[in-house]
């Protein structure tokens, strides 16, 4: 299993969290990390954007969107811009994509969200054409009419990984694209929902095993601050309450709220907490790093305890 972390963008002034995410991706490549994962946040920062600027500060580690919304971008525009990444990374982008959910493609963006599964395929199929690098994307489906000479050719294969959640996206996932990309998603569910219909989908298709990432919540705290850490992922990631796609897949597993299925406790718990998820199935862990404290100053200290914790024990799962 590969570990990666999650950068990205969060609260703060534009050019403030440009430096820091800088900063971050610097540090995971010295650690050793093998991905790095940046959330496209609606209200926030381009992801792809961001990404671009990280592979300047970089030289090895894989940096990927975790995800960026289809509904937002015309498939070619979204080809020319990954691709163009990818180029910038010298081929170290994976391309995270998803149909996002109701409340921003339709509350925010004002677009319609019918047969999300439908115009991820007919999306696929557009970017599965520009990333050929055949001279030319050419796709006629039910949502798109396509004929766009494209003269960016991948500099190496650029992996595409797709949110899917349910039976019907995870057979779209296995049969046309490198793997998933996963959130509120705990052991069980991996195991007994996700890692089935996807690698059964993908070898029918004649396709490799496909990636399987997962987005987890991981504090380093003493024993007597777990609750402490689960109520603190509660508050400030939880997203089933107004996301059905999450409240579905929560029915799949055991835990009920991201906080439950977050890893948390000392460092014998957490890396047992890594190798539940990597007996699950999971192939890419995605670590979201959740300090605790009652100041910023507390805040900041955890943040940096974890950070030295799960990078010593990444390496023993390697």
Known sequence: MRIGVMVGPEQGDTARKVDRMLKDV???ESA??????VPQIPTDF????????????TSRI??????VPLQAQHPVALARQSLS???ALNGRLALGVGPSHHWIVEDMLGLPYEKPAKFTRDYLEVLNAARAGSGSVDVENDTFRVHNPLDIAPVAPMPILVAALGPVMLRLAGEHTDGTIL??????????????????????????DPRIVAGVPVCLCAPDEEDVARDRANRILAEAEISPNYQRLLEQGEAKDIGQMAIVGDEEAILAGF???RDAGVTDLSMRLLPIGNNRDELVASKYRTREVVAELAKELR
């Open 275 to 277: 190798r539940r998820y």
């Open 183 to 208: 959130w509120m998603a705990d052991e069980r569910a991996i195991a007994e929902h996700i890692v089935p219909r996807i690698t059964k989908a993908a070898a029918e298709a004649g396709r490799p």
């Open 62 to 67: 894989e940096i990927g969107t975790a995800v």
């Open 26 to 28: 610097e540090w995971a």
């Open 32 to 37: 050793g990390f093998d991905t790095v994962w």
């Open 46 to 57: 381009d992801a792809l954007t961001a990404v671009a600027l990280m592979g300047t500060r």
């Open 85 to 87: 990444t990818h180029a």
